[in-house]
């Protein structure tokens, strides 16, 4: 089968760094996505990797390895507006994207 | 209108009732999806379009159809609801199936 994983939940301190992993599972591979979700809202795109390594954009910044199949977004200087659902989907080889569950993360002061 | 816009924003529907959501874009995306999410489930997709005239099933499709007779429409029916169907349902595009995609707001939809 396939499958995404990712921490259902995480907790982190205002200022701070927080790092969220995503491994996956899939037949194939044509990119992976990272997607933000506030609480009653509809997600937004975030990030997309294709390629192994670092993509920055401002205090957000994602990494893919497809030889080890993960990935991670990593937040820097957290502020309370992060607060929100991270989603990870990867497209898989016949361009479906498959969407992980979801990591709610919780910002505290 | 800007973006994707979907209606109802929710709704509470009898068991057997016929219901269509309804989702218009108006970036000119040839893509269009049909998503259900439920708490503790990733997104799951219903139905796609890759472009005007074509539709395909996603990973959970039945009880539900869709038809996509111009660029900018999506509906999605549900011929007789049943109570799992009761999700939040999000709309999607995107410029080409290989795109990021947007999302509508949602529909909240609540089958008793």
């Known amino acids: 089968g396939q499958n995404i994983d990712q921490p259902t939940e995480m907790t982190a301190t205002e200022g701070a760094i927080v790092q969220i992993n995503c491994t996956y599972q899939?037949?194939?591979?044509?990119?992976l996505f990272w997607y933000q979700q506030h609480a009653g809202e509809a997600p937004t795109f975030l990030s997309y990797?294709?390629l192994d390594g670092l993509e920055e954009k401002g205090r957000f910044s994602s990494f893919l390895s497809r030889s080890k199949g993960y990935s991670y977004l990593l937040l820097k200087e957290l502020q309370m507006k992060d607060s929100a659902s991270y989603l990870c989907?990867?497209?898989?080889?016949?361009?479906?994207?498959?969407w992980g569950a979801g990591t709610k993360l919780i910002i505290k002061p | 209108i800007a973006g994707i816009t979907q209606a109802p924003t929710s709704q509470i529907l009898a068991a057997g009732r016929r219901m269509t959501l309804r989702c218009t874009q108006d970036?000119?995306?040839?893509?269009m999806y049909w998503y259900r999410q439920d708490l503790g489930l990733g997104l799951r997709l219903i139905h796609y379009?890759?472009?005007?005239?074509?539709?395909g099933k996603g990973e959970v499709p039945d009880g539900y159809s869709v038809s996509r007779a111009n660029t900018d429409d999506f509906p999605l029916t549900l011929a007789s609801a049943v109570p799992s169907q009761t999700s939040v349902y999000f709309c999607?595009?995107?410029?080409?199936?290989?795109?990021?995609?947007?999302f509508g707001p949602g529909t909240r939809l609540t089958v008793l």
């Open positions: 990797n294709v």
């Open positions: 999607a595009s995107s410029e080409t199936g290989q795109n990021e995609q947007f």
């Open positions: 379009s890759n472009t005007a005239g074509t539709t």
């Open positions: 899939t037949s194939g591979f044509n990119g």
């Open positions: 970036m000119r995306h040839n893509a």
């Open positions: 989907a990867v497209r898989n080889g016949d361009y479906q994207l498959i």
